[in-house]
């Protein structure tokens, strides 16, 4: 089992930054692949970007490419979203997510999950 633990939402105006962080723990050892989605209210959970084992490979939602930014720093078993210049449309719950099958873009593709962090941008 793989425990993920998001931090770093709230409230920014449009425009704004914000930086969230997800540590993970527990079977760590094992390489995953980690992931973003996000889930608007009345709306499906959806891709933000992902990121492969080693951080060589990334991949990104067309609508936050250029704006967003993930990372991760395996020594403290954490990955990162920069999340620059936000809009309205980018307010949603924010989920960090774990998976053995590369950085994928697919939501069933992910093993692990944790409880979401909000991210509210006011225009």
């Known amino acids: 089992q793989v425990q993920l633990v998001e931090s770093g939402g709230g409230l920014v105006q449009a425009g704004g930054s914000l930086r969230l962080s997800c540590a993970a723990s527990g079977r760590t050892f094992i390489p995953y692949a980690r992931g973003w989605f996000r889930q608007a209210p009345g709306k499906e959970r959806e891709f933000v970007a992902a990121i492969s084992m080693n951080g060589v490979i990334t991949n990104y939602e067309d609508s936050v490419k250029g704006r967003f930014t993930i990372s991760r720093d395996n020594a403290k078993n954490t990955v990162y979203l920069q999340m620059n210049s936000l809009k309205p449309e980018d307010t949603a719950v924010y989920y960090c997510?774990?998976?053995?099958?590369?950085?994928?873009?697919?939501?069933?593709?992910?093993?692990?999950w944790g409880q979401g962090t909000q991210v509210t941008v006011s225009s």
């Open positions: 997510s774990a998976t053995t099958r590369g950085a994928s873009r697919q939501l069933v593709d992910y093993d692990y």
